[in-house]
Nanobody
């Protein structure tokens, strides 16, 4: 069975930085498309960043966020800079995404973690 786990969430001040990490059991992340999504106050499952097996990265959020792999640790990191209160929410890591569900209980839509909470205060 594949299990994806996020860690590194917590509280931060606006303008600060935070790094989230994603690892997996039963799956080698460097062989998969890895995505970070988030759910904020809108409750929508919003795309944040992705990295392909070839290393191609794509991030929204105006360059404040970036994604990187640490293949030796089977980990993908999400670096978040210049945090804003609206960045608060649950952040999800997912491998081989079929649909943006932010729901770990639906493996037919990809391998999703249970999420890690990020809270940004002013």
């Amino acid at each position: 069975n594949v299990r994806v786990v996020e860690f590194g969430g917590g509280s931060a001040q606006a303008g600060g930085s935070m790094t989230l990490s994603c690892t997996a059991f039963g799956l080698t992340l460097e062989n998969s498309d890895i995505h970070w999504y988030r759910k904020g106050s809108s409750n929508e499952c919003e795309f944040v960043c992705s990295v392909s097996p070839e290393g191609a990265t794509h991030c929204d959020l105006r360059g404040r966020f970036s994604i990187s792999r640490d293949s030796a640790k089977n980990t993908v990191n999400l670096l978040m800079n210049n945090l804003l209160p609206e960045d608060s929410g649950m952040y999800y890591c997912a491998a081989d995404v079929i649909a943006a569900t932010c729901d770990y209980s639906r493996p037919s839509f990809g391998y999703w973690g249970r999420g890690t909470q990020v809270t940004v205060s002013t």
